[in-house]
């Protein structure tokens, strides 16, 4: 398999950290949506990434389906969230809120590098929508005393929010506060400290 995408997106580092935490071997080719745009677009005419390149030659896109198919050839029993319940509905509520804060915290560092003049109205949109998941966030996991958000293994929602923290952080300053979100920091900090998450790790480049 051969996963395109650079490390700073949490979108990829999310898909590659299931790859590592699944022991399944990859290559990585860390290609830029915009200086390798032309190149993705050879395997996803939508120019995103993450883009996964099966063996096969076939061609996996967006984190949430590729992350069913890596659960899926893992097996249930070492699948990174339940295989039905409610416990695995909540997982993917937790990660939806994570990837939405995601795709909102890109649109704005986009909004700040990429336009000549920032709309207030969407940056302030935007900035209201990454405040009000942030606050859900923290009160979801304030409720759960556990190591990891449900339980003591680590689950899809627990890397995706390690993720969305770390970019916010470096994306936006000051977006984050730890004193504001605790409970979100200390989940980070677990995860962070985690051996895959040192190894699959990228200084955040900005879009050029």
């Not at 860390?30 to 030659?57: C, H, Q």
């Not at 940056?123 to 990891?148: F, M, N, P, W």
């Amino acid at each position: 398999m051969n996963l395109i995408g650079q490390y700073d997106s949490p979108f990829v580092r999310r898909v590659a950290l299931a790859l590592r935490f699944y022991g399944l071997p990859f290559e990585h080719t860390p290609w830029s949506t915009f200086g390798d745009a032309e190149k993705i677009a050879l395997y996803n005419p939508l120019m995103r990434v993450p883009t996964l390149v099966l063996d096969d030659g076939e061609v996996l896109i967006e984190s949430t389906a590729i992350l069913d198919y890596l659960d899926e050839i893992s097996g249930p029993s070492r699948a990174l969230i339940p295989d039905c319940g409610h416990v695995r509905r909540e997982v993917l509520h937790i990660c939806a809120l994570a990837t939405g804060l995601a795709d909102k915290a890109v649109s704005l560092l986009y909004e700040r590098v990429l336009r000549g003049e920032e709309s207030k109205r969407w940056v302030e949109r935007c900035r209201s929508q990454i405040a009000g998941v942030l606050a859900v966030l923290e009160e979801d996991r304030a409720r759960h005393k556990t190591r990891y958000w449900f339980g003591d293994n680590i689950t899809h929602a627990d890397i995706a929010v390690a993720c969305v923290i770390r970019f916010t952080r470096e994306a936006h300053a000051g977006l984050f506060d730890a004193a504001r979100y605790p409970a979100l920091d200390r989940h980070a900090e677990t995860c962070e400290a985690l051996q895959p998450f040192q190894d699959i790790v990228q200084p955040l480049a900005p879009p050029s």
